[in-house]
């Protein structure tokens, strides 16, 4: 049972234009999200996240949407710009339980093209 | 210099063969993980750690065991590596002083079983 999703396995999108990233999740225990970004040879990087008590975050050029009501978060990158060229993963815990424990989704590659 | 290292960061073996993965960290958290990642899936959890008297098994520990010898340290051990172990194994620590907590990866190591 697959609960955090991201659906489209990649994007392209064209340099300084918006980048939009989705994510759903099942489980409404959820209360923590959080947004990696992870280039070829290197680990996953930890970019933004979310606590459920809010509906945005922003940090420069990316902000983070949750709807709790859909259990779907999104990740914009405005404008992108090439080296956010990278696989994008959504991850999810229950920080009133087992707050160790990340859910990820498969990932999404991005490519931001010149 | 990085948080967190891992070595090797690439290793060939083969099957029936034991291989240990190290993990090294200097951001002074507590808590310490392990996570494979195969081809177009997200991170899976295989062990983790709160302290250094602390080891909890993850979602896919069969095969697996780890060591943790200072709150720094964190190793891997595959016993008898299997060919379905190949993959990505990465690293992660995390504090919890913080309620909702963040988990910094090392840049991974890179395993092929033969």
């Known amino acids: 049972d697959q609960q955090v999703k991201q659906n489209s396995p990649s994007l392209s999108v064209q340099e300084g234009r918006i980048s939009i990233l989705n994510c759903d999740y099942t489980?409404?225990?959820?209360?923590?999200f959080l947004w990696y970004k992870k280039y070829p040879a290197e680990g996953p990087t930890f970019l933004i996240s979310i606590s459920s008590i809010k509906d945005k975050n922003e940090d420069g050029r990316f902000t983070v949407f949750l709807n709790k009501s859909a259990k779907h978060l999104s990740l914009h990158i405005v404008p992108s710009q090439p080296g956010d060229s990278a696989v994008y993963f959504c991850a999810a815990s229950n920080s009133g339980g087992s707050n160790y424990k990340l859910t990820f989704g498969k990932g999404t590659l991005l490519t931001v093209n010149p | 210099d990085a948080d967190v290292t891992q070595t090797p960061r690439n290793r060939i073996t083969k099957t029936g063969k034991r291989i240990m993965l190290e993990c090294s960290q200097t951001k002074g958290h507590d808590r310490m993980y392990w996570y494979r990642q195969d081809p177009g899936l997200g991170l899976q959890l295989i062990y983790y750690?709160?302290?250094?008297?602390?080891?909890n098994k993850g979602e896919i520990s069969d095969g697996y065991s780890v060591s943790r010898q200072a709150q720094a340290k964190f190793s891997l051990s595959l016993e008898s590596a299997i060919p379905n172990q190949t993959a990505l194994y990465f690293c992660?620590?995390?504090?919890?002083?913080?309620?909702?907590?963040?988990?910094?990866f090392g840049p991974g190591t890179r395993l092929l079983v033969l």
């Open positions: 750690s709160f302290d250094v008297k602390d080891i």
């Open positions: 489980n409404s225990m959820f209360d923590y």
């Open positions: 992660a620590t995390s504090d919890p002083g913080q309620g909702q907590e963040t988990q910094y």
